[in-house]
């Protein structure tokens, strides 16, 4: 008995490791952004004026806080643009990876089906600079010269699918969107493989002998059975897209202080902009641009937590409404 119950506390302590180390960094960068916080107040998600102000003058004193002079910290930008860029990545790449998982797991032939699904996962792996290098050589100017005209000839009716509206580089939010769409796809189709495998075989035949078509016994038989799965890797997929740093930095053209007005505009993230600003914030003497910073990286945290939680209500609401 005390064998189990120390192996049970072991496991228990370790099953506590990573809320534990999560909640310390959490309070690490609140304490840490608790200035910011006090002198951004509710403006710092509301507007877009980023600015360290004059680094060179004495620092002023602005409600209690010392700050460059003309310092202003306001995120809108950022948000709308991480937010824009991740769900029209997920808009891209959910049908690919649905498509392709179902391929895999009900179409492609048993001698390829391993090597196929290993290419996939090898997509997963492949670094996000990659990804940002093909974006700046090969999708930008795709986008400049074919992608960006041949929408606008489509919808250019509408303004936010003109690209005579935008600078017309290719760099921008639909770059973003195709970036991380490529990075996430692998992680929702690799999720929901694994779970269409597991459907247990007897459901599928008696789907059948009901007289199913194999299109219906995907549809209305397997995918319900694994939506939780699909949800869970279409939040997995979203995280990364909402977090990732260098490959959307190098292809959103590092936009400030104005909101997108087409699929076309040059955009900043929150998690690219930290990224680019950290050098620029350190020399700020009164260290308030830094601490700005960690208030964005607070930001993004609950913005993912807000996503995940939705994730699970949606879940929650469809398992109460198949089962009534």
């Known amino acids: 008995?005390?064998?189990?119950?120390?192996?049970?506390?072991?496991?228990?302590?370790?099953?506590?490791?990573?809320?534990?180390?999560?909640?310390?960094?959490?309070?690490?960068?609140?304490?840490?952004?608790?200035?910011?916080?006090?002198?951004?107040?509710?403006?710092?998600?509301?507007?877009?004026?980023?600015?360290?102000?004059?680094?060179?003058?004495?620092?002023?004193?602005?409600?209690?806080?010392?700050?460059?002079?003309?310092?202003?910290?306001?995120?809108?930008?950022?948000?709308?643009?991480?937010?824009?860029?991740?769900?029209?990545?997920?808009?891209?790449?959910?049908?690919v990876a649905v498509g392709t998982a179902i391929f895999l797991a009900e179409a492609a032939p048993d001698r390829v089906r391993p090597a196929l699904s290993m290419l996939v996962e090898l997509v997963a792996v492949v670094p996000s600079v990659v990804f940002g290098l093909w974006g700046i050589y090969v999708l930008a100017p795709l986008i400049s010269h074919y992608i960006g005209p041949g929408i606008t000839a489509v919808f250019g009716f509408i303004p936010f699918f003109n690209i005579h509206n935008s600078t017309g580089s290719g760099f921008g939010l639909l770059a973003a969107a195709i970036v991380l769409a490529l990075m996430i796809t692998p992680i929702i189709a690799t999720t929901l493989y694994d779970a269409l495998r597991q459907v247990p075989r007897e459901l599928r035949e008696s789907a059948v002998a009901l007289g199913a078509t194999r299109f219906e016994v995907v549809t209305k038989t397997m995918l319900p059975t694994v939506r939780v799965t699909l949800v869970g890797g279409v939040v997995l997929g979203l995280g990364r897209a909402l977090g990732e740093t260098m490959a959307v930095l190098m292809v959103s053209g590092g936009a400030l202080n104005y909101l997108p007005k087409t699929i076309f505009t040059p955009i900043s993230t929150m998690a690219a902009f930290i990224l680019s600003q950290l050098d620029s914030a350190l020399s700020d003497p009164t260290g308030m641009a830094v601490k700005s910073l960690a208030e964005i990286a607070l930001v993004l945290f609950v913005i993912t937590l807000a996503v995940n939680a939705l994730a699970r209500v949606i879940v929650r609401g469809a398992t109460l409404v198949r089962n009534v």
């Open 1 to 95: 008995m005390k064998r189990a119950s120390g192996f049970r506390l072991s496991l228990t302590g370790i099953a506590l490791l990573i809320p534990l180390a999560l909640f310390i960094i959490v309070v690490f960068l609140a304490q840490y952004a608790w200035p910011a916080i006090g002198f951004n107040g509710i403006r710092f998600i509301g507007t877009i004026d980023w600015s360290l102000g004059n680094l060179y003058m004495n620092p002023v004193t602005v409600r209690g806080y010392s700050v460059p002079l003309g310092a202003n910290y306001g995120i809108l930008a950022f948000i709308v643009g991480t937010l824009l860029s991740s769900f029209l990545a997920l808009l891209f790449a959910l049908p």
